[in-house]
């Protein structure tokens, strides 16, 4: 069983029919889809169920909704994403909180801190206030968090120690760090998020590799962050500007599983059991 610990299937780019990559006999191809024949075919490939986090404030109604319709398929994170932080009106946070009772969320976020825009527009204040006061919240519901942070690691993990001691786990989703920085989230209780980053070739991607490499297997969650993060290396035969319509989804999590284990040296079965294991521990 696979346990999905990040995709936004509310989203509206999964309203109509869409392609959407999937993984045959352990290679990268794409279908036709809709909503409900993708969710069959996650079923159908072993997908228990799959965590939901917010991105914005007025996509939260939809996220329930879908939630309703999938009561056994699909658990929601609610919170504030960094990039929509700076544009969320503050006075808003009473209507999140409410949200987050009302929909039996099993996560806060995802939260964190976004330094990958220009300077100019981060407006790292206003990010870093939603942080903390997401991070509260989450004490205050004993809930984990869903961390989204890129470029911002010193700063996140700086935020995230003064609160040491009110924090009930979490995971480091979509982790693209190298192994000293896995840790530090580590100490912290966190698990580590591996998605579509860990398929990419180039030196770039040694330290992600070196950390997953290097972390238990205990700690490890595996994750799409469905439509962003598609994968990009991909068969030639696929044009660039094919590439750039297909949307990321859950059936490319076999291909993730494999790689882990390749980088690991288990077996992918070993893998799939224990990330769901630990995913289960984590968000139930
Ligand atoms: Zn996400």
């Not at 398929?73 to 949200?99: D, S």
């Not at 690691?153 to 982790?175: N, P, S, T």
């Not at 030196?203 to 595996?222: F, Q, R, T, Y």
């Amino acid at each position: 069983m696979i346990y999905e610990t990040h995709a936004h299937y509310s989203r509206f780019r999964f309203d109509d029919d869409f392609d959407a990559w999937k993984a045959e006999n352990g290679k990268l191809s794409y279908e036709r889809f809709t909503r409900e024949s993708l969710f069959a075919a996650m079923k159908e490939s072993g997908i228990a169920c799959f965590i939901e986090p917010s991105i914005e404030f007025d996509n939260i109604p939809l996220q329930i909704e879908l939630a309703k319709k999938y009561p056994d398929f699909i658990r929601l994170a609610i919170g504030v994403h960094p990039k929509r932080a700076v544009c969320t009106k503050w006075k808003n946070r009473k209507a999140w909180e409410r949200y987050i009772r009302d929909c039996n969320a099993v996560a806060v976020g995802e939260t964190g801190l976004d330094y990958s825009m220009p300077r100019k527009n981060q407006r790292r204040f206003m990010q870093k206030m939603w942080f903390k006061y997401q991070i509260k919240l989450a004490d205050e519901l004993c809930l984990p968090l869903v961390l989204h942070i890129r470029k911002a690691d010193d700063d996140a993990i700086k935020i995230l120690e003064k609160f040491k001691g009110k924090l009930h786990g979490g995971v480091a989703h979509c982790f693209n760090g190298d192994l000293e920085t896995a840790k530090r989230y580590l100490s912290l209780g966190f698990y580590i998020g591996v998605g579509g980053m860990i398929l990419n070739d180039g030196e770039w991607s040694d330290g992600l590799k070196n950390a997953v490499k290097n972390i238990p297997l205990d700690k490890i969650l595996i994750e799409t962050d469905s439509p962003y993060v598609a994968p990009e290396e991909v068969g030639d035969e696929v044009t660039k500007s094919k590439r750039k319509k297909v949307r990321n989804c859950s059936l490319i999590l076999p291909i993730i599983l494999n790689k882990i284990a390749e980088i690991k040296g288990v077996t992918a079965e070993q893998v799939e059991k224990a990330t769901y294991e630990n995913a289960v521990k984590l968000f139930g």
